[in-house]
């Protein structure tokens, strides 16, 4: 991207259409891009999110720029998250070998019941550089990993191809959406937050607000909540969430963010819409369909109070929001 001539264009717009900087809005609004990278977004990299038409997350980004073009007077500011990996993770395939020292392939479910038996168990090799050479602690720990994923009932321990590599193509922005993010952040003078999550390598992150196992077997803690970022979400006036997948990412930060609405004043869920054109579920066809599973997530939320919006629908048309007031 020309970042230069970008920048100029984008200050030319701001002062012929009359759009100010967003330190002088009145309301502000926030919208949370989840996700909105090239592994889940564009078509052959490892996880392509292609929802029910195929190309869900290339027609989701299509309307998500247009919307934050369309809307650059009413974005106060742009969070996006980014899932960040590297090699010797607990849910990729060199964390884990069986009695012949092979790896599982990508979307193997790994049990407790079968780490017990030894099935599958942890490869010695990823020992020395996660927990200084020992095994057995490491071992320990992956049977109360697998044990607390399914206590929690979301999924149990799946083995992920390699994918949001940090360093890699795959791990950055999908590039019209980062242009669009570029474009607002000059046009608004409103700089964007990129938060990475799920970097630790003892424990998925399907959230952006917190992982999925937070202490080991004796208590210890291992991860924590992004407080400063729930914090910062719910100061907004409306929090607008796009970003992949529906049914996974997109899901259980949502889920995570009316937990903590809930716990603090569940009245603060009337300020969140859901992009619904914006976002799709995991779908790969003849082998998993993860559709029914966003929607009734998506479903419990609007219960809760929360409102699922298009991105092609006047904003005025949202209820509730603010937007006459920008």
Known sequence: MPYQQRALEAEQWAQEHRIPSAESD?????????????TFCIPGFELFVGGSSGLGAVEDNRRLCQ??????????????????????????PIFWVDAQGSHPEPATAISAAEIRSGRWRVNPAVAANLTQGDLTRLQVYA??????????????????????MLGGIGHALVPAVEEAIFFHTIARCSQPSLQLKGANPLTENYSALSPEVLTGPEGDPIDEKNESLIGH???????????????????????????????????LAKKIYLLEDCTSPVVIPGVVDFSEQAEAAFARFAAAGMHRVRSTDPLWTWPGFPWRKT
Not at 26 to 38: A, E, H, S
Not at 149 to 155: D, M, N, S
Not at 234 to 256: M, N, P, R, Y
Request: proline residues 3%; hydrophobic residues 45%.
């Open 233 to 267: 979400l719910l100061e907004f006036d409306a929090l607008i969430v796009a970003g992949q997948a529906k049914s996974h990412c997109v899901a259980w930060t949502v889920s995570d963010l009316l937990q903590e609405i809930q716990s603090r004043d569940p009245a």
């Open 143 to 164: 049977l109360h990993y697998a044990e607390q994923l399914e206590k929690g009932g979301k999924y149990p321990l799946i083995v992920w191809p390699y994918h949001s």
């Open 26 to 38: 009145q309301v502000r609004v926030g919208l949370l891009l989840i996700d909105v990278q090239n």
């Open 67 to 92: 919307f934050i073009y369309r809307h650059l007077a009413h974005i106060t500011q742009i969070v996006a998250t980014l899932d960040t990996h590297t090699a010797m993770q607990i849910f990729h």
